[in-house]
């Protein structure tokens, strides 16, 4: 009871006029046309009437199994695809190609937008909490404003943002969730470069503790991007990835859009 009366939340704020999520920037990227969606595969995943089978770009949907053997299905998944299908099946969208277009499953990888009112699928799933933010190092663009609207639904507590499931976890007690794609807070211990790989640490025992790792080569990335990794120490982060076991839990990251800083001058906030 208590998710079918947060799914109903859900749809209800989908509805309100002024918070559908549009988006400027989507102009930069490739035209692939337009096509009517014929068929809603799961929360970030559509079949295009010209054949293209297309993942939505920079967001991750809770997961269903797809016929996968033991897989389970995510909490809000089911719910996830309804709303999707409720924002366009049958209907035309505008197809903006990612900068990397397609994966090695042969998907178009793009945003998308609906044809009659400009609707951007991707943020306004974020906007009513059925999908987290998930980037590449070769499709980033737009991270900025789908992180903004992630932040919010989870500061209003809708859609998964509801659920201990997608609790954002703690440096301490993301070690019980290794194999899994996290988003973890913590205050930087210390930070090292040793060899090929920076290291971003969150307690004193560097053995056990969580920590993320970057290949120096990576660096400049970073600091084009107005983060000093080295310089981190004492600083508060947020960083999102799949969590490995390696010297206790450790996240590894390719490209800065997957890590927040939070604002010195504004206690709280992420900058």
Do not use: C
Not at 80 to 108: C, F, I, Q, W, Y
Not at 192 to 216: E, H, L, M, P
Not at 251 to 257: F, G, S, V
């Amino acid at each position: 009871m208590i998710l079918a009366r947060m799914f109903v939340i859900i749809l209800l704020v989908g509805l309100v006029p002024g918070l559908s999520a549009r988006a400027s920037g989507l102009d930069t990227l490739a035209d692939g046309g337009h096509a009517r969606v014929t068929v809603v595969i799961d929360g970030d995943t559509v079949v295009l009437d010209d054949g293209r089978e297309v993942r939505m770009v920079g967001i991750q949907a809770p997961k269903l199994p797809l016929g996968r053997p033991n897989f389970p299905t995510w909490p809000l998944g089911p719910e996830a695809k309804v709303a999707l299908e409720r924002m366009v099946l049958g209907r035309s969208v505008n197809v903006h190609l990612a900068p990397t277009p397609e994966d090695r499953h042969g998907r178009v990888l793009a945003h998308l937008t609906r044809s009659d009112d400009g609707l951007w699928l991707q943020g306004e799933l974020l906007k009513q909490g059925l999908a987290r933010v998930y980037t590449f190092p070769d499709n980033r663009v737009m991270a900025k404003e789908l992180l903004g609207f992630e932040r919010q639904a989870r500061r209003d507590g809708v859609g998964i943002w509801a659920l201990s499931y997608y609790d954002v976890r703690t440096a301490e007690n993301v070690g019980r969730n290794i194999g899994t794609f996290q988003i973890v807070e913590g205050l930087v211990w210390d930070t090292a470069q040793v060899k090929k790989n920076i290291y971003i640490n969150f307690g004193a025992d560097w053995r056990s503790d969580f920590t993320i790792k970057v290949k120096a080569r990576k660096e400049p990335l970073f600091r084009d991007a107005g983060i000093d990794l080295l310089g981190l120490k004492g600083k508060r982060v947020r960083v999102r990835g799949w969590v490995k076991s390696k010297n206790g839990p450790l996240i590894e990251l390719d490209h800065p859009e997957r890590l927040e800083l939070y604002d010195d001058t504004n206690i709280g906030e992420i900058r």
